[in-house]
């Protein structure tokens, strides 16, 4: 009989995934009882911010949380502000929020990595705090406050848990691997002055430009968590920066100085072959000084040891650089789009519940300024959206089961606690099905969302299908802005 792993990874399983949502499962269940022990009003965002915490390596998992508090603590001020300034009015209230997460949502189409999550968790942290209870702006402080320490054992779990659980990103093999991809265009740049015009070097160029961008791309999670992981990112990205020029001159239609091919030989040997860090660099430098006859080759190469040298931990004086910082791209034009798109779906978002008094039309609200900002980021949002809707209507599903099947039989609030856990127990065989894992983050969020844990419970089916309706209906009207 086949191991119970090998049979799970034929069905479709993966099983180092399966491990990490099973431990932040955990870790969730654990911050829903803590916070319902300590007699917060709405343990179950405890549970939630577990999830949105958690992440696969420690920096990721600091670095994320720092924003996630810093992130809730000014959106919560911005909520409470909002409340105080509209008086309950839901015309004022909707406008401040379109204005206040349209902000938020421009600004975090400039930034980058977790810097942009904290400022749109900013936007729609006020709306947590504004919509879901409206109808009682005197509680706004005491709403406020419940948020912040909800948040504050949340994100504690997810460290406590992380930080016992995860693994250190491994920096080594990234400076191994960025070792090999110098080493790799110095040989292309080599045959590329052996054999000008050769048009057979041009696939082998795409192929190094592609694996370039590739270790570019990955390159933000190695820097998550420390301002010296951060310092490295930069010089990681600086050194893949300076391999451009040499693949450029690669592609020239005239030959290299004939007394610079032996040095670049010794150079892409040094890189090969494991040599010490001032050993590779002060050969790339040979090789840059017998190449003085070509200005752009020797400044290329000089570049490349100036580059090289941090990245490879060679002693301070062997990496003298003034070559340029890396500047990275800012999209204006797109930040510019999420702003106007946010502010103008929000704006008619309010305006619909004003108009139709629909209970369900905070939740509605909640959900698209979620939608409309947080996903602005991600290349694909409308398609997104589908996979949000089928994932909140899975976890609709799950929290009327949890509330009107598993509930009632609850004798206290600890039954109530205790019942609600094998629901989110449930999420880590979503997120470990490759299916099923679009959808898997959407139920684990939606199935607290909609619950709120008390004892004895309170509210009717009819009133919890029609926040369920309003909150599935959030992705829907996000699709349809994004698409327009």
């Known amino acids: ?100 997460i349209a902000l938020c949502a421009g600004i975090g189409n400039l930034q980058r990595g977790f810097v942009a999550y904290g400022t749109m968790l900013a936007g729609y942290s006020a709306a947590m ?86 270790i570019e791309e990955s390159l933000e999670p190695h820097g ?20 451009i ?21 010794d150079a892409l040997a040094a890189l090969e072959s494991g040599l010490s860090a001032s050993q590779a660099i002060a050969a790339l430098k040979a090789a840059a000084s017998a190449a003085s006859a070509d200005p752009r080759l020797a400044e290329a190469l000089t570049g490349l040891a100036e580059r090289l040298a ?32 946010a502010g103008v779906t929000l704006l008619a978002t309010g305006v619909f519940w004003i108009a139709t008094g629909w209970s369900g039309g905070p939740f509605l609200l909640l959900g698209v300024s979620i939608m409309i900002s947080l996903f602005s980021t991600f290349e694909n949002p409308s398609h997104t959206m589908g996979f949000v809707a089928a994932g909140q209507v899975i976890g609709a599903a799950g929290a009327l089961a949890c509330r009107f099947l598993a509930w009632p039989l609850a004798t206290d609030m600890a039954g109530i606690v205790l019942l609600t856990m094998p629901f989110i127990l449930l999420a880590p065989l979503f997120f470990s099905h490759r299916r099923t894992l679009p959808m898997a983050f959407d139920y684990a969020m939606v199935s607290l969302l909609l619950l709120h844990p008390t004892y004895p419970p309170t509210g009717t089916f009819l009133q919890m299908a029609n926040a369920a309706v309003a909150v599935i209906a959030a992705p829907l009207v996000a699709m349809a802005a994004y698409r327009v």
Request: glycine share 8%; proline share 6%; charged share 15%.
């Open 224 to 243: 998550a968590g420390s301002l010296r992981s951060r310092g490295q990112m930069r010089a990681f990205r600086a050194l893949l920066m300076g391999l």
């Open 129 to 214: 705090v504004a919509l879901l209870d409206s109808g009682h702006p005197d509680h706004v402080f005491a709403i406020g406050a419940d948020r912040l320490a909800t948040i504050l054992v949340g994100v504690l779990l997810a460290l406590v848990v992380g930080l016992l659980f995860t693994p250190k990103q491994a920096e080594q093999e990234s400076v191994a691997r960025l070792r090999h991809i110098s080493a790799r265009v110095l040989r292309h740049l080599k045959e590329g002055l052996a054999r000008p015009g050769d048009p057979a070097l041009a696939d082998a160029q795409y192929a190094l430009l592609a694996e370039i961008a590739a």
């Open 1 to 100: 009989m086949r191991p119970l792993a090998t049979r799970l990874a034929a069905q479709g399983f993966d099983l180092p995934r399966l491990s990490f949502a099973t431990r932040t499962a955990l870790a969730s269940c654990a911050a829903l009882a803590v916070a319902a022990y300590a007699g917060l009003d709405h343990p179950q965002w405890s549970a939630m911010t577990v999830w949105a915490a958690s992440q696969p390596t420690r920096g990721q998992l600091v670095e994320k949380s720092l924003f996630r508090v810093a992130g809730t603590l000014s959106g919560t001020t911005a909520g409470v502000i909002l409340m105080v300034l509209a008086r309950g009015q839901p015309l004022y209230l909707s406008a401040g929020l379109a204005l206040w």
């Open 310 to 341: 941090p990245v490879l931990g060679a002693p301070e004086e062997l990496a003298p650089g003034t070559h340029h910082p890396v500047v990275l791209h800012r999209d204006w034009v797109g930040a510019r789009r999420a702003f106007v798109r």
């Open 245 to 265: 020029p040499l693949l450029l001159l690669a592609r020239r239609a005239v030959p290299g100085p004939a007394h610079s091919d032996e040095a670049l030989h």
